[in-house]
């Protein structure tokens, strides 16, 4: 198994650390990991994106052409990285800000609404867990949930473990809110 | 005990260093290797270990400080991307001259001058051919993956104090800014100031009132000196070549490349083998020494030819050429200027370049 | 040329038993050579000769590890400052000093300089200003005097063209990690006895961990000047004491 993952928005909405999760999950998990990010001013405020690879093997490229999943997170992102997914691998984004969507026939799309969730329930800091949720559901496979819980409390400080409830709260969230578009 | 860990290659540099007994880190901040300092700093190494870590003004500042530590016979180092190793040519070619152990890391991006802040591998010839004034080398090793830009810094040190020589470790943006798994083996404490005076005693300066100096003013003196550095190159490349080979003992077609470009090119490899070629991988581990003798050993097994990829304009590809000495055609395949190229890229250049002309 | 016996009757000076026999190749009426032995001196009389470094410049003293018998470290031209701080942060048991001209100090090291003593690195800085590049052949340097002659500035420095000389030390002064900051010089018996005591103290400091001691010597250089060694002391006091006064700037 060898599951090559891009996950793509803006700087601040969380796709670095999303990545990380799922690095530390797959770690969890006894598999391969490589993530490889964006990095450079366009971290701040820009776009940002990062390539996670998780495998029974030994990883080749941390760099990869074409993915299994896209999660995209803005239009930019939707411009760019549609193309990049494999024949029948997976795209799922979220549709705030979306003005183009994903037309491709050949791969299964899913939707989203994290923005809107986490917003609604007045926190912004949940949603790349939300997002991350809703790729668990779609990709039962890759990594068990309890090493996804894990995975999250490695990629955190310490200090930020009193956030763990809330993370895991929205990764159960995530689950139930992804769909197929309509 | 063995630890595993996700970290970034940088990061992995700053740990390393830790473990492997640094004394005293200098360095000043600089895209795509700052975490290296930050990492550092956030340790406070010098409340377990003992070892100092300081921020320099520059990175002229920074290599002479490990000159100046390196002359106390300890295990100094600096790391800097590609701009601030230019700034780090003087002082490299005294603490060669000087014949002083040290290490020193960068972490390329793309040039020339202010250039851009993506990878890029455009610093070989300058890490290999001349980093700075005068008839001297680096041992120069490439690590391709966080694991490796750990254990280098520990292979770095001991090579750079067998020989006398500074050490550098040649990466760039992409395994500086990755993350992978890290096994950590256990921590080597620092050198004791009694082991450095019984190992060390004979140049560094442990109280016997010696004397560290590039300066020669006698010519035939001077010859002396550079015949003994030269002599300590040729025992490099007796003893020291390190290298990496993958699906090679059948590859019609191999593929050459280091660092980075190696991962992309593993990958080109799979590719190619999938569609029935059989394609291989060499990856010097070292640079310098240049695993010259591996080149001929495959061109004179059968290699139909050989694909050089790397991250620049085509600089490794001469030494490949001077390796394989015409037996075989030698082709190149690069990007430059911060851009990375594709497994499948590497993949058809080697076709398009050495399958379709040697049919 | 034959060897004279000493004995305890004709003895009338001994040189420190620091300085080394080594013939200097100093110019006479310079006063690289006094302030080397009052630097060898005030270690020996520290008991400090097996725990001191010295980090040589790129000018005349490029050679002074041949004449001070401690441990040496030979920097490039102006990172002298950049090499003390590297041997003093790995050994902060030694005595770390460097002895650099105005060349090495002031125009290319400048940097190194100011922010060594910035840092506070528990270091001594021994300064020779002779405002000419001594070693080069006598070209101008930072601290070169307005109207100087010198093979770059061949009618005399303009300030307009080749600004103003460089007062390092009072510069140095303002700096928080600085403890000492004084000018000094060795024309005169009772000047190189005061010089000793600065020397002294400067070093002093380092090994208390009171941050970065500069001790400025106001210097001849009698060939670069094209004066005699006479002349040439004469000439400092009357052009450069004006410009750089002796005395401490200074002291906590």
Known sequence: MTEEIIIAGFGGQGVLSLGKILAYSGIMQDKEVSWMPSYGPEMRGGTANVTVMISDRRISSPIGQEYDTAIILNQQSMDKFEKTVKPGGVLIYDPNGITRHPERRDISIYTIAATEEASRRGNSKIFNTIVLGGYLKVKPGVVTLDNVYAGIKSSLPERAWKTLPANEEAVRIGMELIRKPE | MKDVKLMKGNEAIALGAVNAGCDGYFGYPITPQSEIIETLMEMKPWETTGMAVLQAESEIASINMVYGAAAMGKKAMTTSSSPGISLCSEGLSYIAGAELPCVVVNVQRGGPGLGTIQPAQADYAQAVKAPGHGDFNLIVLAPNSVQEMYDHVFLAYELAFKYRNPAMILTDGVIGQMMEKLVVDEAKPRMTEEFIRENYGSWALVGNKGVVTSLELEASRQEKVNERIQAKYKALKENEVRVEMTDCDDAEFVIVAFGSSARIAAKSVEILRAEGIKAGLLRPITLFPFPDKQLQDLAAKGVKGFLVAELNAGQMVKDVRLAVNGARPVEYYGRMGGMIYSPGEIAEALKEKLIEKTK | ?252
């Open chain 3, 1 to 252: 040329m034959a060897e004279v016996q000493k004995t305890q009757e004709n003895l009338v000076y001994a040189k420190p038993r620091l300085i080394k026999d080594n013939v200097m190749h100093y110019c006479p009426g310079c006063s690289h050579g006094t302030v080397h032995k009052l630097v060898a001196e005030v270690i020996e009389e520290m008991g400090m000769e097996n725990k001191t470094v010295g980090v040589s410049p790129v000018g005349c003293s490029v050679l002074a590890y041949n004449y001070i018998d401690i441990d040496w470290v030979e920097a490039a031209h102006g990172r002298a400052c950049a090499v003390a701080t590297g041997v003093k942060r790995v050994a902060p048991e030694r005595l770390v000093f460097t002895y650099q001209g105005d060349g090495d100090l002031a125009s290319i090291g400048i940097g190194e300089t100011v922010h060594a003593a910035q840092r506070g690195e528990k270091i001594v800085v021994i300064y020779i200003n002779n405002a000419i590049y001594g070693m080069t052949g006598g070209q101008m340097s930072p601290t070169t005097l307005p109207g100087m002659k010198t093979s770059t500035s061949p009618y005399g420095r303009e300030e307009a063209l080749h600004g103003f000389p460089f007062k390092v030390a009072d510069m140095i002064k303002v700096l928080d990690g600085t403890c000492y900051v004084t000018r000094q010089a060795v024309h005169t018996p009772a000047a190189v006895r005061k010089a000793k005591k600065a020397i002294r103290k400067a070093f002093e400091n380092s090994m208390e961990g009171k941050g970065l001691s500069f001790v400025e010597f106001v210097s001849t250089c009698p060939s670069g000047w094209k004066q005699t060694a006479t002349e040439a002391n004469t000439w400092m006091e009357e052009h450069m004491f004006p410009v750089y006064p002796l005395g401490d700037i200074k002291d906590i």
